[in-house]
Structures are given as C-alpha cells and as structure tokens.
C-alpha cells in the first residue's frame, strides 16, 4: 500500500515567490525521517531536505523549509524566494519505503 | 558523501538486444539496491529490490525473467534487460542507501535512458 501522498500533480510558482507542496504519509513507526528529493529535466534526484520526526523543530536548508505536522502526518515543502533553477519533480520519501508517490512538477514562471 | 555510479547513461539498441546496466557504489558498501523505472512525466516505479549475495525481489507485475538483476558484491548491481522490444524503452534509475541503518537516503544513480529501435 501507497505510504506517502502527493496531492498536487503540479504546481506553479513566479520567479521570487514562495510556494508550498502538499505530503501527507502514514507509517507505524514512532521514529522515523522524511525526505524531500528534487528530479530537475537533467534526471537527476537530489536530495534537498530531510526532517527527523522526533525533532519539534522543522527543518530548514536555505531557501527550503518543512512544515512538519506529526499529528496530521503531514510534510509540506516551502521553497522561498522561488528560483528558474527550482523547476523540477518533487517527491517526498518515507526511507522504510522505497515506493515514491506521485510527485509534484513545479514550474517556475520568469 | 556517498556516491553512486550508473553506466552507461544512454543505450540505443535494436530490438532483441540484451543490455546490461551497471550500479555501483563507489565509497560505500551497499547489500541493498534498488532498481528504478521512470517513464516520461511520471514517478519512479520501483521494479525491484537487489540484495546481495541473494535473489532479488521483485516488485508485483515485473517480469524477472525480463529483468534480471545480479548483485554479486557488495559494490555492484546489475540489471540486465533481456531481448529488449521498444515498450522496454524508458529511463532506468537505480539507487542505494547509505550504511547506517533504515532511516538513510537514498542515493541515486544518475540513470539509464534506454531506447529500443
């Protein structure tokens, strides 16, 4: 079964904004982590963020944040300051799980 | 960091060829492998699950007799796409996790973009 959802085939973004990408996941574990990767036109996956569930704070890496809500089990993506570089796939990840869902093409508008 | 090798990135092929695609793990040890197919504007599908020095595992609906992995150390996965046809076309992406236990990321390959004539 599907462990992770990505509920936005795509999104859209102008150069500079912010824009924020939708994950929510179920897992019976108590201790885990959450990836975010990125697959720009080159292919290539790239891992941009990940958030240890048992931190209370949301990760941070530059301009990429986690909205990490355990509760809700939901990990969204915000990309700050939007760049023409940040146009790619977005998939978030359970590692117990190697199955990606869906993902997200953002597209970033000059 | 931990490195993963994919060779070679682009094979064109005429049909009913066999082509192997290489995975390594160049600074790290890898028992575990995954093996990834990716068609255009879609997700990766996991095909399957390369462990060493045992079969792999495949993944609901993967042909393994189509798709044969070999992991035959523990720095090397193979898959091999046997009598390729042209709906074997697609983009192969394989990957590995770093040592240290299940909550690792995965480190990828930059993958295998296969075209079948």
């Not at chain 1, 048992?54 to 969204?76: C, D, I, L, P």
């Not at chain 1, 790619?88 to 990606?100: G, I, K, Q, W």
Request: a neutral charge; hydrophobic letters at 35%.
């Amino acid at each position: 079964a599907q462990t992770v959802t990505q509920s936005q085939p795509e999104m859209s973004v102008q150069e500079a904004e912010t824009v924020t990408l939708s994950c929510t996941y179920d897992t019976s574990e108590s201790d885990y982590y959450l990836f975010w990767y990125k697959q720009p036109p080159s292919r290539q996956m790239i891992l941009v963020i990940r958030q240890e569930a048992y931190k209370q704070q949301n990760a941070t890496e530059n301009r990429f944040s986690v909205n990490f809500q355990k509760a809700a089990k939901s990990f969204s993506l915000k990309i700050s300051d939007s760049q023409l570089g940040d146009a790619a796939m977005y998939f978030c990840a359970l590692p117990e799980d190697m199955r990606f869902g869906a993902g997200t093409r953002l597209t970033v508008k000059p | 960091g931990a490195v993963v090798s994919q060779h070679p990135s682009r094979v064109i092929c005429k049909s009913g060829t066999s082509v192997k695609i290489e995975c390594r793990s160049l600074d790290f040890q890898a028992t575990t492998m995954f093996w990834y197919r990716q068609f255009p504007k879609q997700s990766l599908m996991l095909m399957a699950t390369s462990n060493e020095g045992s079969k792999a595992t495949y993944e609901q609906g993967v042909e393994k007799d189509k798709f044969l992995i070999n992991h035959a150390s523990l720095t090397l996965s193979t898959l091999t796409v046997t009598s390729a046809h042209p709906e074997d076309s697609s983009f192969y992406i394989c990957s590995a996790k770093s040592p240290g236990g299940g909550n690792q990321p995965q480190h990828f390959g930059d993958g295998t973009r296969l075209s079948i004539l």
